[in-house]
């Protein structure tokens, strides 16, 4: 596949038409796919077939579904649904979560959240290929198959921030899903550790999406301050300190604007002019990312959504990337 650039969904919606906007903008703007995250408000995959069901038929990204919410079974369920109804590609993106957050919905975290991906992604992927699976496994267990139906292929998907997880992403996915990696991390860290594990497991290297922060440079906005509202809640985690700090981010806790000025100097949120922000997804492209995935949500935030439409009119020309 082509390098390309596709949409967040910068709100958490509570019906299908507050999501229309940006579903009409892919359609017609050469976006390739419309994403979104996990939210606790809304069900994801039922807002994504609800906008289909309104004629808004596009490729959608899950980036990335929590794993301790639903079983592995229901979740190549869904998304297969998914693309049945939308009758487009779907990427359907897990990750374990938080540690905190897997205690709050299992009682205790994965001892192990690499075995747990491991073996999530392999009933996912196994029964999407309409294959039978025997699995006996510390986390996940299944043995069947689904009944066969047509629909439009599902890509399997991991969140990937650091080293482990992106080694075993280039065993058992067909894409790596980053989020606030900068493109310097993207090419040093997570490509590499992709291509050994693939090689590992002989088998082609995933692609690369990269979800990264954006707040265009307009009128009395701050761009830092936008990147932040957006993205304090991830500059809280543990996990992502750490893939931060390794990517030579300084987390400053006590501090989330510092944390994105920082993350900026990175390269690691898309701010300033559209010839800037063209640059920057243009960065990511060459550091080896295959889609990069445009979050507005701090400016969706402090300014609402249609903001971020402004913002992403211009990067758009109607023949896509």
């Known amino acids: ?188 860290v997570i490509v590499p550790a992709l291509t050994e594990g693939a090689r590992a497991a002989d088998r082609p290297v995933p692609r690369v999406v990269s979800v990264v922060a954006m707040a265009a440079a307009t009128g009395s906005r701050v761009p830092k301050e936008a990147v932040a509202a957006g993205s304090s809640g991830h500059f809280a985690m543990p996990h992502y300190q750490d893939m931060l700090e390794r990517a030579g981010v300084g987390v400053v806790p006590e501090d989330p604007v510092a944390t994105a000025d920082a993350l900026i100097a990175a390269r690691g949120a898309l701010t300033g002019s559209t010839d800037d922000i063209r640059a920057g997804i243009t960065a990511y492209h060459e550091a080896g990312a295959d889609e990069v995935v445009v979050n507005g949500a701090g400016v969706a935030l402090t300014e609402g959504p249609r903001a971020v439409l402004r913002d992403l009119e211009p990067l758009f020309d109607g023949n896509g990337w």
């Open 1 to 188: 596949m082509s390098r390309s650039v596709s949409v967040l969904l910068p709100i958490v919606p509570t019906r299908a038409e507050q999501a229309a906007p940006f579903a009409a903008f892919v359609q017609w703007r050469g976006a390739r796919a419309l994403w979104q995250g996990q939210a606790l408000l809304n069900e994801q995959h039922q807002i994504m077939a609800q906008l289909s069901g309104l004629g808004m038929r596009v490729p959608f990204g899950l980036g990335v579904s929590l794993m301790p919410l639903r079983h592995p079974v229901q979740a190549a369920i869904e998304a297969r649904t998914l693309a049945a109804a939308s009758g487009h590609p779907v990427t359907a993106g897990f990750g374990p979560g938080a540690r905190v957050f897997q205690r709050m919905a299992l009682g205790a975290p994965y001892a192990s959240p690499l075995t747990a991906c491991r073996e999530y992604l392999t009933v996912v992927r196994t029964l999407l290929d309409g294959r039978e699976i025997d699995q006996s496994g510390e986390y996940f267990s299944y043995t069947g198959s689904l009944p066969a139906s047509p629909a439009p292929p599902v890509e399997v998907g991991l969140g990937v921030l650091r080293p482990g997880m992106a080694r075993l992403a280039g065993e058992v996915a067909d894409v790596a899903i980053t989020w606030l990696t900068p493109p310097s991390y993207v090419r040093d």
